[in-house]
């Protein structure tokens, strides 16, 4: 994943101590059993750089990825211009031990047998049918017994986020719907660094992860990684309220979830919003209003936002003359070929465009309706993807339904939607619509933003990201 905060100042600090536990005035101390598969791997050293707002003053955060190794620092060092402080684990090693230890007999042992079996294979197909159903009803149960140690294990992680608010690793996996994350999830740098700072109220500068250790095929002694994709890009999210996918000096680039306002509404319920996240992830931020484009509540995707005025009016000025690529993904609700819309396709199309007029309904905001005198025109491309399998959340009904992409060329307000939806255009409304559809309590707005491009707006350099769907 992109790095959340520069890296230039961390760097140096995370240099400072390899050198000192180099020449032996930093210890870096075995103080769990080594898994077999982590023999001699080396450890990623992070530093967060923070500004201490009440004490006026730098400090710098310390922490050593995962819990079998712990950096000391005595206090005879010799530390002079910096006070490093050592952050904690999120979890205990020694808890977490104990919360292995019930399965722990019975996993290795069916481990065993599961390689005692494969070893036995042969080639008499009817021996080996028979024995390849073993190995699969044993490694069922293996399975379930190291999930069962891993919730377990997962329930001792806690952090602060950003906005000192708690947040459970259960917590993230159940909006993961129940999605089980990797052995270790937590215990690296980055989490460790930000939970800590955003306890102590301090303000993160500068983050950086260097690999201390022999060289391996993935990673340099000595060399600079970012959060890792794997672990902290599940973690890192809840604890900066945003999925970064790129930032700098002039703008930042996120990937917003469903349900989740792009700028602030009217009432007191409606602040917390794309607009506000990136201002408390950016406290000192130059601009009142960053927001250049918008993306409805219920859609997921990609979203660029402005960090000065200059940037603002760069970005602002390609959006309203076209520059700006913009694809994005959907689902809609049946087999686009059977729609009776004006638009759907004949019998071997599989893509087209679609241009409707269409204004706000003044009796019943936010819906937009189709207007052929006081309609502004929206004109939108699409391409089938697919057909696909969808299962009903409530009934586990299943139905055919098409996958399907967007590009819009123009951005009138809840173009997409309408291009799908009226009969006029695809006569299929998007999975999930409460406007335009329907929506149970258990559905989502099946849309979303999945490709931005753009040109930076002091570099002239072509941006281009890329966000998968997550349905």
């Known amino acids: 994943m992109f790095p959340p905060y520069s890296t230039e100042l961390a760097h140096h600090y995370c240099l400072d101590i390899i050198s000192k ?21 080396g450890v990623m050293i992070g530093t967060l750089v923070c500004w201490n707002q009440k004490k006026k003053q730098r400090e710098v955060l310390v922490a050593v990825s995962g819990i079998a190794k712990k950096l000391e620092i005595p206090e005879s ?12 684990d999120i979890a205990n090693s020694q808890k977490i031990s104990e919360a292995l230890q019930k399965n722990d007999f019975q996993i290795h042992q069916l481990t065993y047998q599961i390689n005692d079996l494969q070893k036995s294979l042969s080639e008499d197909s009817k021996i080996n049918s028979k024995i390849q159903n073993q190995i699969q009803s044993l ?83 000595g060399k600079s990684y970012p959060p890792c994709d794997e ?13 970064i996918l790129y930032v700098d000096s002039q703008i930042i680039v996120v990937d917003k979830p469903s349900m989740l306002l792009s700028v602030p509404g009217k009432t007191e319920d409606k602040q917390d ?45 390609q959006f309203a003359t076209q520059k700006v690529q913009k694809k994005y993904e ?7 070929e059977k729609s009776e819309g004006e638009c759907a396709p004949k019998k071997g199309e599989t893509e087209g ?12 905001r936010p819906h937009q309706i189709y207007d052929e005198e006081y309609g502004l025109l929206g004109i939108t491309k699409w391409k089938k993807l697919g057909l696909e399998t969808y299962i009903e959340p409530i009934t586990n009904a299943k139905k055919k339904v098409t996958r399907i992409e967007f ?65």
């Open 21 to 41: 536990i180099n020449d032996g005035q930093f210890l870096l101390k075995q103080v769990a059993k080594e898994s077999l598969e982590r023999k001699n791997q």
């Open 77 to 88: 060092s010799g530390q002079t211009f910096i006070k490093y402080t050592v952050v904690p």
């Open 139 to 221: 490694s069922s149960q293996r399975t379930k017994l190291t999930d069962a140690s891993l919730k377990k294990v997962f329930s001792l992680y806690k952090f602060t986020s950003i906005n000192h608010k708690k947040v459970s690793l259960n917590q993230i996996i159940k909006e993961r719907n129940g999605k089980l994350p990797p052995t270790g999830t937590g215990d690296c740098c980055a989490p460790k660094l930000l939970s800590y700072a955003f306890q102590k109220k301090l303000i993160p500068v500068s983050l950086d992860e260097v690999y201390f250790g022999q060289n391996t095929k993935n990673k340099e002694n």
């Open 231 to 243: 672990r902290c890009s599940i973690i890192l999210p809840h604890l900066l309220g945003l999925k």
């Open 273 to 317: 919003c794309v607009v506000s996240r990136v201002k408390t992830f950016i406290p000192n931020l130059q601009i009142q209003q960053p927001s250049v484009h918008r993306l409805d509540m219920e859609t997921s995707g990609i979203l660029v936002l402005a960090l000065t005025e200059n940037a603002h009016k760069n970005l602002s000025q």
């Open 330 to 336: 959907a689902v809609l609700d049946g087999i686009i």
């Open 353 to 364: 465009e679609i241009q409707l007029k269409f204004r706000v309904d003044l009796e019943n």
């Open 407 to 471: 590009i819009p060329v123009t951005g009138r307000t809840h173009q997409l939607r309408l291009a799908a939806s009226h009969k006029k255009g695809l006569g299929l409304p998007i999975i999930g619509d409460s406007l335009y559809g329907t929506c149970n309590a258990k559905q989502r707005l099946l849309l979303h933003a999945k490709e931005l491009s753009f040109y930076h707006p002091t570099s002239n350099k072509l941006m281009h990201f890329y966000s998968k769907p997550e349905f």
